[in-house]
């Protein structure tokens, strides 16, 4: 009998019946707008941005209705004017090129390294050739390049960095929180994300101008004070006329789910290690499989593993993918000439034009497969899928 894996890769963990008692008060009390309060009532909303904010160790949060929008209204916020160009590694997902297209920025592309991390000597080489005043990281999948060095690059070339941190909200660098490294970050809430509300986003930043302009675009009809962080009101006596509103606030419906799921955290990151360090183990036993080395300075959320097999010819990956698949095994394949799920390559974005080719990033993803990590799986699980990986790909080799 061959094994086979069961479970869905989609299947996310209910919502904590403290966040599903608070969604129904708030459903109870018709106030889900987070401007629309009582007397001294604090939204929802705003206590999510004082929770987050405390929780990240920075001045100001913002919540938002997606992590693309909050990417968007970070890029704004920073000044970002029509027509520049924003530099961004090139492994990354549909909402980062969105973000910067829907701020009016042109899309500058960096290399990545074979630990899908954006590639430094690309990015610095990109730097001194864009004019680039802006660099939005995205840390796709996790991965966390070495941020003194970006840090130091950013400082170098006066280059603003604005971090995506939707794979790395609980993770660090050297001790520090992914999201304290730039002038401003971004986190998604979506579903398959660390923290879950179906849709959501939350801005982060130290700089109380930036989050001023930040509140202003996400639409605060002059009701600014009764953000969770906001800045002193003088802070918005010239950006409140000059900040247009483009509405996309995140409501207490949406706050109170998220508000019981941060004390939980920690744990789940924890959780999210425990699986990835299993898969990883039990992929390194097999032949042909390489997975990226992560530094000892990074820690990082396993929410996904992602994994490249150099010996596989291009024949053998859709075979490989369509046995892995009958045997319960879900894996995305960055490869692909056409985008299918979540597996944007930068040349899927037509709208971007004509890009310069990136030769080392299409050959990393070409190799490259990624599987999803949701806490609904056990170690042991791991261990299970990991196993019908090793024996499909001994398969195709004696093939
Ligand atoms: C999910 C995600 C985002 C933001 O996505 P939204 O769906 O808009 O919240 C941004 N960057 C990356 C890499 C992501 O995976």
């Known amino acids: 009998m061959q094994k086979t894996f069961s479970k869905p890769f989609t299947q996310q963990e209910s919502i904590p019946e403290a966040g599903i008692e608070r969604a129904i008060a708030v459903m109870r ?8 309060v009582v007397a001294d009532e604090v939204a929802e909303a705003a206590l999510l941005e004082q929770e987050y904010a405390d929780w990240l160790g920075v001045q100001h949060c913002l919540a938002c209705a997606s992590g693309g929008y909050a990417l968007h209204i970070a890029l704004k916020a920073a000044g970002l004017q029509h027509g520049e160009p924003v530099l961004t590694n090139a492994f990354t ?6 973000a910067i297209h829907n701020a009016g920025g042109t899309v500058v592309l960096v290399e990545i390294d074979a630990n899908y991390c954006v590639d430094l000597a690309h990015l610095e080489q990109m730097m001194q050739t864009s004019g680039s005043r802006f660099f939005m990281l995205s840390h796709m999948r996790g991965h966390l390049a070495d941020m003194a060095a970006v840090v130091a690059l950013c400082e170098r070339y006066g280059v603003i960095l604005i971090e995506d941190c939707a794979h790395t909200m609980g993770a660090s660098w050297n001790g520090k929180k992914s999201g304290t490294f730039g002038q401003v970050a971004c986190f998604s809430t979506q579903t398959y994300k660390h923290m879950n509300s179906g849709e959501g986003g939350l ?11 930040a509140i202003m675009h996400s639409g605060s009809y002059m009701l600014y004070e009764r953000n969770g962080t906001a800045p002193a009101a003088e802070v918005f006596a010239d ?12 409501d207490n419906l949406r706050a109170a789910i998220l508000r019981a799921q941060l004390p939980e955290l920690v744990v789940n990151c924890r959780r999210w290690n425990a ?11 097999i032949a042909g499989v390489v997975l990226p080395i992560r530094p000892a300075a990074e820690t990082y959320v396993g929410s996904s593993i992602q ?5 596989l010819a291009q024949a053998q990956i859709q075979p490989f993918i369509a046995q892995c698949a009958a045997r319960g095994v879900e894996l995305k394949w960055f490869g692909g000439a056409q985008p299918q799920g979540f597996t944007s390559r930068y040349d899927s974005w037509r709208y971007l034009g004509a890009v310069p080719e990136l030769p080392q990033t299409l050959a990393i993803l070409a190799q490259t497969f990624d599987m999803r990590i949701p806490l609904t799986f056990e170690a042991a699980d791991m ?17």
Request: aromatic content about 6%; proline content about 7%; charged content about 25%.
């Open 383 to 399: 261990v299970c899928i990991a196993e019908i990986i090793g024996e499909v790909l001994a398969g195709l080799r004696d093939d």
């Open 307 to 311: 994994f490249r097999t150099p010996e």
């Open 29 to 36: 009390s018709g106030r889900l707008h987070r401007y629309n």
């Open 93 to 98: 997902l549909a909402p980062v090129p969105g």
């Open 275 to 285: 699986r990835y360090v299993a898969a990883e183990q039990a992929l390194q036993q």
């Open 203 to 213: 801005l982060t930043t130290d700089d109380p101008e930036l989050m001023a302009r």
């Open 239 to 250: 950006i409140k006329l000059d900040t247009p509103n483009y509405s996309g606030r995140m």
